[in-house]
């Protein structure tokens, strides 16, 4: 990746941050009350990957982070590989390469092996269940 590319992707968080939370304030109020539920929820009564990531969401932009590790650990966890995303494209901009994140192929299959385990175990322990 070249740096013009790594120093654009470096600023998005400079914009994307501050309007987090006028963005889930907005969508709290006037979209979400028109969405429909979860359709896996509805049809099938248990947890998809997604169910409370709107919740973990709302609780991020409040800064409430156990609340959101509550609602939804995925969320969280995919916040901080974007988190390490970003730091490598800032310190590249700054002259230094660093890998944070792994390039294996066996990391993001781990990864997603995680997340799906932990999708079928929040279906059966009540605490992993989002509010």
């Keep these: 990746m070249n740096r013009r590319k790594s120093l654009i992707i470096s600023l998005i968080p400079l914009v994307a941050i501050p309007l987090f939370p006028a963005v889930t304030g907005f ?8 969405m429909p539920p979860c359709v896996i929820r509805l049809f099938f009564g248990v947890y998809c990957p997604g169910c409370g990531a709107t919740h973990c969401m709302y609780d991020l932009a409040q800064f409430r982070l156990l609340s959101a590790l509550h609602n939804n650990l995925i969320i969280i966890a995919a916040a901080l590989l974007l988190l390490l995303y970003w730091l490598q494209n800032l310190l590249f901009v700054f002259g230094k390469r660093v890998k944070l994140i792994p390039a294996s192929d066996s990391f993001y299959l781990a990864a ?12 059966f322990f009540p605490f992993l269940a989002p509010v």
Excluded: F
């Design 112 to 123: 997603v092996g995680i997340a799906l385990v932990y999708t079928v175990l929040r279906n």
């Design 27 to 34: 969508y709290r109020s006037y979209i979400a009350p028109h």
